[in-house]
């Protein structure tokens, strides 16, 4: 036991969790304006691909972050308008947007690189490690924390931002207002449509910031498909959260350490695709969590909002 819960693994877990938490902060704020967002896998994956076009066209790294967060919230403005704009079925929208992506990194992989599959050059230069001061210094403290990338630790930060957002200021108020009853918001000024726009850009930039951490952060490489499902476990830990910016934190941590569990557990001679089952029948437990624990708030909530 005491070779699979080490500092390492917990280390392991704040790397991993990073994409999935940045995804469903995003997945949250559209949440909160009434739009289930089921393109958070495409999206991810555009960011992930538009990172490492920028980072070979400009070899800056930080302007390839820059690049993966306006190409992704063009993807994402894309979405607003068939959503919002055109009254399409959000959640069709959003499966297709998951396949478009999926088709066109492909696609801009081969024509772009000229590869198939994917792409590494050896020379490509990721993002850079934090060794944070004091704190790298403290035993298994230190080991956990420090040496992660920018973006690692500005998810976290973000989570708090989210929350002051949100619940402490008027533009909050104001998303909350439209998820809850857009009608109503409507009648007192507020415009619905602009602010499901805005949540939906956000989406578009913290998917963005998710991408560029896979591909920049972690491997520095891209492959096709490379979000394997992230997408889709950071919706899931959108619901578990309750679209509450702590609780989807609480949530990602939980399938983060699955993840990285996972991948220790393939050290153990154990079958690679056993081990690579693991986060995601974590995720359907959560489903099934997820489902009972709210069936009575639910219905009462649609029972109160039809008198």
Known sequence: MQHLLDVSLFNSMIRMVAPILLAALGGAICSR???????????????????????????????????????????????????????????????????????????CLKAIFNVKGAYYDKNMIGLPKWDIPLIQDIPVIGGIISGHSPLVYLAFVLVFALQYLLFKSVLGFRMIAVGENPVAAKSIGIKVNRMQYIAVLICGVLCGLAGAQLSLGQVTMFTEGMTAGRGFIALVATMLGQANPIGVMASSLLFGLMDAFSIRLQGFSLPTHFTQMLPYIVTLLAMLFFRKSNYLADAQKANGSSR
């Not at 691909?49 to 919230?73: E, R």
């Not at 297709?96 to 992506?101: G, M, T, V």
């Open 33 to 107: 304006v009434g739009l289930f967002n089921v393109g958070l896998e495409g999206f991810v994956l555009v960011g992930a691909f538009s990172a490492i076009v920028g980072n070979y066209y400009t070899g800056n790294v930080f302007l390839a972050v820059l690049i993966a967060i306006a190409v992704t919230m063009l993807f994402s403005l894309i979405f607003a308008y068939m959503s919002i704009h055109l009254q399409a079925n959000v959640i069709v929208v959003g499966i297709s947007f998951n396949f478009l992506a999926l088709g066109l990194t492909a696609f």
